[in-house]
T-cell receptor, first 112, second 112 residues
Framework: SQQGEEDPQALSIQEGENATMNCSYK?????LQWYRQNSGRGLVHLIL?????REKHSGRLRVTLDTSKKSSSLLITASRAADTASYFC????????????FGKGTLLTVNP | EAGVVQSPRYKIIEKKQPVAFWCNPI?????LYWYRQNLGQGPELLIR????????DSQLPKDRFSAERLKGVDSTLKIQPAELGDSAVYLC??????????FGEGSRLTVL
């Protein structure tokens, strides 16, 4: 079963534009993580935000978390063609569970 | 530091044949995961190990799937016999100290 649900399923933008992807989840979390997956490759961790944090930045990435709405967003600023990939949110239920549950992903296409 | 290593990268077999996938996690990572990813979907957890103990195998189809992690280091996932619906990418990951997962490149299985 998949806890997180990304929106939109697919997003196509021009190079230099910003890309925003959203993630909604159902149960309480310890943290929420975003991953990128290039076609035919494994997933790469981008950023982790804890349940007591509201916003986090890493380079051109900005992640927000709203636990009251059970939602998160990933913003990629000044997108590049190399950002073309699938992006997944994953929720960690916390405790000693260490179970990371992934959504279905957003396919981002950045056109040069 | 070497990443998570998986083999083989690709495997094509006929249905009812057995297949095995191997994973070597990052050195020192005690938690190891096997995920299955169908085309256009997010990864779904099959089994999670803490050292050599399988602590979450609730989603592993135990009639045909088996896994082991002897000595708490590398791990093997086996399918016997394979069915057409098993065609997918099998991803191995290990968990870092701050909760992020490091993924291998995956093993793409095609069952004919």
């Amino acid at each position: 079963s998949q806890q997180g649900e990304e929106d939109p399923q697919a997003l196509s933008i021009q190079e230099g534009e910003n890309a925003t992807m959203n993630c909604s989840y159902k149960t309480s979390i310890n943290n929420l993580q975003w991953y990128r997956q290039n076609s035919g490759r494994g997933l790469v961790h981008l950023i982790l935000i804890r349940s007591n944090e509201r916003e986090k930045h890493s380079g051109r990435l900005r992640v927000t978390l709203d636990t009251s709405k059970k939602s998160s967003s990933l913003l990629i600023t000044a997108s590049r063609a190399a950002d073309t990939a699938s992006y997944f949110c994953a929720t960690d239920g916390g405790g000693s569970n260490y179970k990371l549950t992934f959504g279905k992903g957003t396919l981002l296409t950045v056109n040069p | 530091e070497a990443g998570v290593v998986q083999s083989p990268r690709y495997k094509i077999i006929e249905k009812k044949q057995p297949v095995a996938f191997w994973c070597n996690p990052i050195s020192g990572h005690n938690t190891l995961y096997w995920y299955r990813q169908n085309l256009g979907q997010g990864p779904e957890l099959l089994i999670r190990y803490e050292n050599e103990e399988a602590v979450d195998d609730s989603q592993l189809p135990k009639d045909r799937f088996s896994a082991e992690r002897l000595k708490g280091v590398d791990s093997t996932l086996k399918i016997q016999p394979a069915e057409l619906g098993d065609s997918a990418v099998y991803l191995c990951a290990s968990r870092g100290n701050t909760g992020e997962l490091f993924f291998g490149e995956g093993s793409r299985l095609t069952v004919l």
